[in-house]
C-alpha cells in the first residue's frame, strides 16, 4: 500500500471510529419536560367569555379558571396567564407564545386537523338566544333576521351553515351576519336591538339569560353544521404529553365529581363530559 493509500485509509478509519464512539444527539426538551424544569406554566386566555373566563375585580374568574387552578396545582408550577382577544389565541399558540390555551375552543373538523384537543370541559351544543318577548320560537323563525356571533369562534361556522339551510329549505336566510370580535359585545348588540339573534353555546347562553332573565331569551338550538357540540382546550400537535396530562386531570375531577361541582356552580346545571366519540376521525 502506498503511502498516499495508507493516509487515505487512516483518514477513512479515523472518521469510521468517529462515528462509532460521538455521542448520541440529544432529544429535544418537550414542551412539558420544560413546564416541570422552569416551574412555569404559560397559557393564553380570553377573558371575556363569561362564565368560563372573565374579569372579576381585576383577577380572571370563571369555570374555566377553576380548572386550571386543579391542572397548576397537579403539576406543582406557577401559573402565568395572558389575557388575549379571541382571535390571536389559536395563532399564538402555533407560534409558541405560549404552552396551552386555556380558554373554550369549540371542537370542529378545521380545528382539529391542526390542534390537539384536551377532553371536553363542557358541552357546547350551539343556540340562540333573542331579546325578552320577541315572537321567534324555532330556527326558522331567524329568516329575514340580523344574526349576530363572533369573529372565529365555532359558532361563525355554525351560523353561516344555519343561513345556508334556511336558503335552501326555501326562505330568504338572514338579512345580515354580524361578526363580533367578542361575545359580550354581541349581546350588547341584541339588548340595544342592532341585532335580532346571537349564536352561541348553549352553557354561556343559559347563563346570560339567567342573569338577565328581563333581557334576553333562548330561542332554540341550531342544529346546521353542528355535528361535534363539546368543548375543549388546545395544545400544539407535538405537545401530546401536555395534552394527555391536562385530559387526565380532567379526566380525575370528573370521575371524582369535582367537574360536575364546578358546573353547579357557574352554570347552575351539570353536563356529560364523554370519554370517547367527542373527536372528529383522526384528529391528534
Same mark, same amino acid.
Given at each position: 500500500?502506498?503511502?498516499i493509500?495508507?493516509?487515505?485509509?487512516?483518514?477513512?478509519?479515523?472518521?469510521?471510529?468517529?462515528?462509532?464512539f460521538?455521542?448520541?444527539?440529544?432529544?429535544?426538551?418537550?414542551?412539558?419536560?420544560?413546564?416541570? #424544569?422552569?416551574?412555569?406554566?404559560?397559557?393564553?386566555?380570553?377573558?371575556?367569555?363569561?362564565p368560563?373566563?372573565f374579569?372579576?375585580?381585576?383577577?380572571?374568574?370563571g369555570?374555566?379558571?377553576?380548572?386550571?387552578?386543579?391542572?397548576v396545582?397537579?403539576?406543582?408550577?406557577?401559573?402565568?396567564?395572558?389575557?388575549?382577544?379571541?382571535?390571536?389565541?389559536?395563532?399564538?399558540?402555533?407560534?409558541?407564545?405560549?404552552?396551552?390555551?386555556?380558554?373554550?375552543?369549540?371542537?370542529?373538523?378545521?380545528?382539529?386537523? #391542526?390542534?390537539?384537543?384536551?377532553?371536553?370541559?363542557?358541552?357546547?351544543?350551539?343556540?340562540?338566544?333573542?331579546?325578552?318577548?320577541?315572537?321567534?320560537?324555532?330556527?326558522?323563525?331567524?329568516?329575514?333576521?340580523?344574526?349576530?356571533t363572533?369573529?372565529?369562534?365555532s359558532?361563525?361556522?355554525?351560523?353561516?351553515?344555519?343561513?345556508?339551510?334556511?336558503?335552501?329549505?326555501g326562505?330568504?336566510?338572514?338579512?345580515?351576519?354580524?361578526?363580533?370580535?367578542?361575545?359580550?359585545?354581541?349581546?350588547?348588540?341584541?339588548?340595544?336591538?342592532?341585532?335580532?339573534?346571537?349564536?352561541?353555546?348553549?352553557?354561556s347562553?343559559?347563563?346570560?339569560?339567567?342573569?338577565r332573565?328581563?333581557?334576553?331569551?333562548l330561542?332554540?338550538?341550531?342544529?346546521?353544521?353542528a355535528?361535534?357540540?363539546?368543548?375543549?382546550w388546545?395544545?400544539?400537535?407535538?405537545?401530546?404529553?401536555?395534552?394527555?396530562?391536562?385530559?387526565?386531570?380532567? #379526566?380525575?375531577m370528573?370521575?371524582d365529581?369535582?367537574?360536575?361541582k364546578?358546573?353547579?356552580?357557574?352554570?347552575?346545571?351539570?353536563?356529560?363530559?364523554?370519554?370517547?366519540?367527542?373527536?372528529?376521525?383522526?384528529?391528534?
Amino acid at each position: 500500500m502506498s503511502n498516499i493509500d495508507r493516509r487515505q485509509f487512516g483518514l477513512l478509519a479515523g472518521g469510521a471510529a468517529l462515528g462509532l464512539f460521538a455521542p448520541r444527539p440529544a432529544f429535544a426538551e418537550t414542551t412539558l419536560e420544560k413546564i416541570r #424544569r422552569t416551574g412555569v406554566l404559560r397559557v393564553g386566555t380570553e377573558a371575556a367569555f363569561p362564565p368560563f373566563e372573565f374579569v372579576k375585580d381585576g383577577k380572571i374568574v370563571g369555570y374555566g379558571k377553576d380548572i386550571l387552578d386543579e391542572v397548576v396545582a397537579a403539576l406543582g408550577v406557577k401559573l402565568e396567564q395572558l389575557d388575549l382577544p379571541w382571535q390571536g389565541i389559536l395563532p399564538g399558540i402555533l407560534a409558541g407564545k405560549f404552552d396551552l390555551v386555556a380558554t373554550t375552543v369549540g371542537i370542529n373538523e378545521e380545528r382539529a386537523k #391542526r390542534y390537539a384537543y384536551t377532553l371536553p370541559i363542557a358541552d357546547g351544543v350551539p343556540y340562540a338566544a333573542k331579546r325578552k318577548g320577541e315572537a321567534m320560537k324555532s330556527m326558522a323563525d331567524l329568516n329575514g333576521k340580523v344574526v349576530a356571533t363572533q369573529l372565529a369562534s365555532s359558532t361563525e361556522p355554525v351560523a353561516k351553515a344555519v343561513d345556508a339551510k334556511l336558503k335552501a329549505d326555501g326562505g330568504k336566510g338572514f338579512a345580515d351576519l354580524k361578526l363580533y370580535t367578542a361575545f359580550t359585545e354581541s349581546y350588547v348588540a341584541l339588548a340595544n336591538g342592532e341585532v335580532d339573534a346571537v349564536i352561541q353555546s348553549l352553557p354561556s347562553l343559559a347563563v346570560l339569560v339567567k342573569e338577565r332573565p328581563e333581557t334576553f331569551e333562548l330561542l332554540a338550538p341550531m342544529t346546521a353544521g353542528a355535528n361535534y357540540t363539546y368543548l375543549s382546550w388546545v395544545t400544539r400537535p407535538n405537545d401530546l404529553d401536555l395534552r394527555d396530562f391536562v385530559s387526565g386531570v380532567i #379526566r380525575t375531577m370528573r370521575d371524582d365529581g369535582r367537574l360536575g361541582k364546578l358546573q353547579d356552580k357557574w352554570f347552575g346545571f351539570q353536563m356529560k363530559i364523554p370519554e370517547t366519540g367527542y373527536l372528529p376521525p383522526g384528529s391528534f
